[in-house]
């Protein structure tokens, strides 16, 4: 656990508007796929994206993000004109009923960005880290978004077959300093970074990271850490069960990753990350009081 033992506040900016964050942000997923592996399929007309819609806000998320292809392991990706229709229907959907609600999109193709951006969103969430796509980060630069930066190797097709490394880490770390420092000098001011928890990693490799979590935030201080764990398969292969049956499991990591410097959580749950936040930041501030 890292030896912090409080939150670091951070601020994003995002349409104009000055974002400050003095307790962890919750981002509530709104997946608008038939095939993601939790919750694929429930949410596909306009009613039900409302419906999931309306339950992230009303159970206390700060940030919606969506989605409207899958990227589990073995999914394909979808053609790009297809996804960027897709994307900013549903971000046109939620604006037209929350003008000011934030919103992140999950894409990782610059075009779908763009679309959406213009559409309505606040924040592009890239789960390739600028990997798929060679005009994401100048799309983004142009744009002025904040955007969300995750370790990656390959597409989801293949990524399961990616693993191997010399120092898992250290590879990470590589990563996310090369990337940072390209957007930099293209100009992007808001770079929130993502561990990249289940892509191109085994479960064993997910644990050594999630081991090292504070060591990554104590690496970078000026980036937000946003961890992304819901109901993954590092947590329900582990206790041989479903993602139906992973939210315990889920909490604990939260708490852990919570703990050791996470200033987002990325969840499907959002009334039990809110609540785990609640009690976790609790937990910080009556430590750091006794340590006066």
Known sequence: MSENNSFDPFVIRCGGRLLSYDRPAVMGILNCTPDSFYDG?????DAQIVGRAAQIINEGADIIDIGVVSTRPGAELL????EAERLSS????IRNYWHDVVISVDTCFAHCARMAVENGADIVNDISGGLFDDKMFDTVAQLGVPYVLMHNRAKPSIMSDVTEYDDLFQHVVNFLSERINRLHQLGVADIIIDPGFGFSKTLDQNYELMSRLGDLHL???RQPLLVALSRKSM??????TTPDNALEGTVALHAAALLDGAQMLRVHDVRAAVQTVTIVQKLMNASKQHSL
Do not use: A, Q, S
């Open 79 to 82: 053609p790009v004109e297809i």
């Open 235 to 240: 947590i329900y292969k582990l206790l041989d």
């Open 41 to 45: 399929g429930r949410y596909l007309t």
């Open 219 to 221: 690496l970078f201080p």
């Open 90 to 93: 549903v971000v046109r959907l």
